[in-house]
């Protein structure tokens, strides 16, 4: 079954404390792995897309990667305007249905 | 930039209403996607639509139904709203195959009474 799992579900940073966010999935043919950002109440902000194995994407502090189970988002020096929750998702050949994890909640103290 | 548009951001319907939410996006994208967004079950497709006049039913469309008579307009409808349809709602968007980032309007959270 195709399935996509974040860890953690909550992580609390001090400024300036780098960290990672995992995305673990497992998928018959990736399409493409898409991480957003989503600030409370309002919609996903789309970060990055990545299609294969050895990718990597950055922008500003945040760079995100890929192998062929899982995706870390890399967060570097995070400031408190990085707090949010940040969603992975899935779609994989021969669909148009997007798998969704169910976030990670981030908390950078200042 | 892309811009998913929703027409209201806050909704209070009573139950056994019919309820519109309606999405417009501006960049002649093919693909148009309705989610529902609830706590501890993350995002779950509703219905989505590849052309104009094509849907297809996602994981939940149970209660629900959807109309896309313009390419930059998708429609979800609640026949009938019930108490468990109250939610944050999303639309999204893509381009086409070739490039499918969807990208997300800002919500419609519904509550129904």
């Known amino acids: 079954e195709d399935q996509v799992t974040q860890s953690p579900e909550a992580l609390r940073l001090q400024e300036g404390e780098s960290s990672s966010l995992n995305c673990s999935y497992t998928?018959?043919?990736?399409?493409?792995l898409f991480w957003y950002r989503q600030d409370p109440g309002k919609g996903p902000e789309f970060l990055f897309t990545?299609?294969?194995a050895g990718e990597e994407k950055e922008k500003e502090r945040l760079k995100a990667t890929l192998t062929k189970k899982e995706s870390f988002l890399h967060i570097t020096a995070p400031k408190p305007e990085d707090s949010a929750t940040y969603l992975c998702?899935?779609?994989?050949?021969?669909?148009?249905?997007?798998?969704f994890g169910t976030g990670t909640r981030l908390k950078v103290l200042a | 930039d892309v811009k998913v548009t929703q027409s209201s951001r806050y909704l209070v319907k009573r139950t056994g209403e019919k309820v519109f939410l309606e999405c417009v996006q501006d960049?002649?994208?093919?693909?148009m996607f309705w989610y529902r967004q609830d706590p501890g079950l993350g995002l779950r497709l509703i219905y989505f639509?590849?052309?104009?006049?094509?849907?297809e039913k996602g994981d939940i469309p149970e209660g629900y139904s959807v109309s896309r008579e313009k390419k930059e307009r998708f429609s979800l409808i609640l026949e009938s709203a019930s108490t468990n349809q109250t939610s944050m709602y999303l639309c999204?968007?893509?381009?086409?195959?070739?490039?499918?980032?969807?990208?997300f309007g800002p919500g419609t959270r519904l509550l129904v009474l």
């Open positions: 999204a968007s893509s381009l086409d195959q070739s490039q499918e980032t969807q990208y």
């Open positions: 998928v018959s043919g990736l399409r493409g």
């Open positions: 990545l299609y294969s």
């Open positions: 998702a899935v779609l994989h050949s021969g669909t148009y249905k997007y798998i």
């Open positions: 960049m002649d994208h093919e693909n």
């Open positions: 639509s590849y052309d104009v006049k094509m849907k």
